[in-house]
């Protein structure tokens, strides 16, 4: 079980900083280098690793390396999607191994200092960070061990750092409940018992929506949703503490599929079913509790009740079986049906 923690470079001096936008950029240069010599030469295997030289940059031989081995994951994702046009790699992330990072705490004025060496041009810097409460939930917990591996990444915010910590999965839970989970954009989650969590999401989302993009009060509203998905997360398995499997729909590109009207997509944009989902996912991991994902054909069509099928069984919040006349909340029916589903 693998958890990260990030940490902010951006106490760093002036110089350090420019230091390391310069490695950003070249690193940028070189990992597109290798993705252009790996398209045009049809080598999606590792044996080119071992002849780099011929790249040109001022970086060391270890870096190099780092970085192809990078484009040639980037090129072989392109590849596993089917896709053909050739990728390219605009981020600023680079993910560096126990060669180029070391970390030492409490040391000086600062928590943190990350030391990166090996990279070039006899360059190391030492970069000053100080820990928070997230960084120290796990470094405090000598239950996890801190992993000898680092993701280095520039956004629009600065330069952070993500730390990673480890530690054995729990053994999955042998007893307990099952229960199904319908995630929607009125309601938070409906569980196949009925229970509803995250009521309050649609405001949240919709104050997202009426604030001007970017500004620090849409910044604001989006952490404020965030944080209301976390406590909905929280009072859920406070409620079910006994579950061993939760069932959930499988959706992917659930918003690009989706046909709304431009009113509705400007608030259904900030709809965070992947965000629940993988806040669902971690605290399941860390609990022992299986997580199954199920086909979601039909799962809103369906009666839970004598299992016929027909759209029009559903007005919005409601569903009236059209065959048996059964009626109950449309996201309740629905997390019945899922909670009846085999697994994929």
């Given at each position: 079980?693998?958890?990260?923690s ?13 230091k390391l ?6 690193y ?13 030469k ?8 071992s ?9 060391s031989?270890?870096m190099?390396?780092?970085?192809a081995?990078?484009?040639?994951s980037i090129?072989k994702?392109?590849?596993?999607k089917r ?5 390219s790699?605009?981020k600023?992330s680079?993910e560096?191994?126990?060669?180029f990072?070391d970390?030492?705490f ?7 200092w ?11 810097l030492?970069?000053?960070s100080k ?14 061990n801190?992993k000898?591996?680092?993701r280095?990444?520039?956004?629009d915010?600065?330069?952070f ?12 839970r042998?007893k ?14 409906v569980s ?7 009521k309050e999401?649609?405001e ?18 989006i952490?404020?949703k ?5 406590k ?7 409620k ?6 939760i ?8 918003k690009h ?28 991991e860390?609990?022992g509790?299986q ?5 979601p054909?039909?799962?809103?069509q369906?009666?839970?009740?004598c ?6 069984s ?5 569903f ?8 109950l ?13 085999f697994?994929?």
């Amino acid at each position: 079980m693998i958890r990260r923690s990030t940490i902010s470079l951006n106490f760093s001096n002036k110089n350090k900083l420019e230091k390391l936008n310069t490695i950003f950029e070249e690193y940028q240069r070189v990992v597109n280098y290798f993705i252009d010599y790996i398209w045009s030469k049809n080598v999606f295997h590792g044996s080119f690793l071992s002849s780099t030289n011929h790249c040109s940059t001022w970086f060391s031989a270890r870096m190099i390396q780092c970085a192809a081995k990078q484009a040639l994951s980037i090129c072989k994702s392109q590849r596993r999607k089917r896709k053909k046009t050739k990728p390219s790699f605009n981020k600023f992330s680079m993910e560096l191994d126990q060669r180029f990072y070391d970390i030492e705490f409490d040391k000086n004025s600062f928590d943190i200092w990350l030391k990166f060496s090996s990279i070039g041009d006899k360059m190391i810097l030492w970069c000053p960070s100080k820990k928070h409460n997230h960084f120290n939930k796990f470094y405090e917990d000598e239950s996890w061990n801190l992993k000898k591996s680092c993701r280095l990444r520039k956004t629009d915010k600065g330069i952070f750092c993500d730390i990673f910590f480890q530690k054995e999965d729990p053994k999955k839970r042998i007893k307990g409940r099952r229960i199904g989970l319908d995630v929607g954009y009125k309601k938070l989650v409906v569980s196949s018992d009925g229970l509803s969590f995250g009521k309050e999401i649609e405001e949240k989302c919709n104050k997202i929506a009426n604030k001007q993009r970017n500004s620090n009060n849409y910044r604001k509203a989006i952490v404020e949703k965030n944080e209301y998905i976390n406590k909905s997360v929280k009072d859920f398995f406070e409620k079910y503490d006994n579950l061993k499997e939760i069932k959930i729909e499988r959706l992917k590109n659930l918003k690009h599929k989706s046909k709304f009207s431009r009113t509705f997509n400007n608030k259904f944009q900030y709809w965070s079913y992947s965000n629940f989902i993988s806040r669902l996912k971690l605290t399941s991991e860390e609990l022992g509790v299986q997580v199954t994902e199920v086909d979601p054909a039909y799962t809103s069509q369906t009666c839970s009740s004598c299992s016929h099928v027909d759209k029009s069984s559903r007005n919005r919040e409601m569903f009236n079986c059209t065959y048996c006349n059964i009626i109950l909340d449309a996201d309740h029916n629905a997390a019945l049906n899922i909670f009846f589903k085999f697994r994929l």
